[in-house]
């Protein structure tokens, strides 16, 4: 399990960063989708986070937005990618104090093989303290991707499972999203101590396409695990 950065050296951040790094490219990853992913700030290091995970992953195309902006801190949410991004659109959702702000960043790319076919990929955070502002946040969400009106696949931490009236569940049903195994015992998040083993992180797709696998790796260079998805065009 990652330490929190502020009581991590420098050098240490750069490891852990340059193991995710490896990890990605070990996986021949197209895209990676982050959160809570730093650009230059006083608590972790000094240094664009993003941008060393560009270099060291293989993936050179990069859209971010810094959801937080101030005294000194500047991070939020971010998409790698193997190929070139367009239209790219960086959203911060409202303020929700006390918690610090959250957001997503969206950029449409073209299918390998097939560059006919448009899509977009987000990356998003929500709120972890209310269920009601993980709603409305996803709400907005759903009504860009509708404006855009592309096939989809959303990947990040919704800081919800799939109980009914919750975040991941109500995007999934207002844009006709799948996700993998949704009631399945998959654990993205490890709870400490005694607190309860989650499922938070999700990917979920357009019916354009489907999966072929998705599992949540312990990779132990965060409190989150990350998910390797793998996903095709439907019927390819």
Known sequence: MGAHQLLTKPETLRANLRGIAAWIAEANADLACVQEADASSWWSGRFDHVAFLAQHSGLPYVTRACNVDGGGLRYGTALLSRWPLEQAWAHTFAPTPPTFRKGFVISSLRWPGAPELEFDVVSVHTDFARASQRRRQVRELAALIRQRGRPVIVAGDLNS???????????????ELEAFEPTGPMVTFPGPGPSPDRRLDWVLISKAFEFSGVEAVDLRLSDHRPLLARVRLRGA
């Open 161 to 175: 499972d799939w109980r009914e009236g919750g975040a991941t569940r109500l995007l999934a049903r207002d844009l």
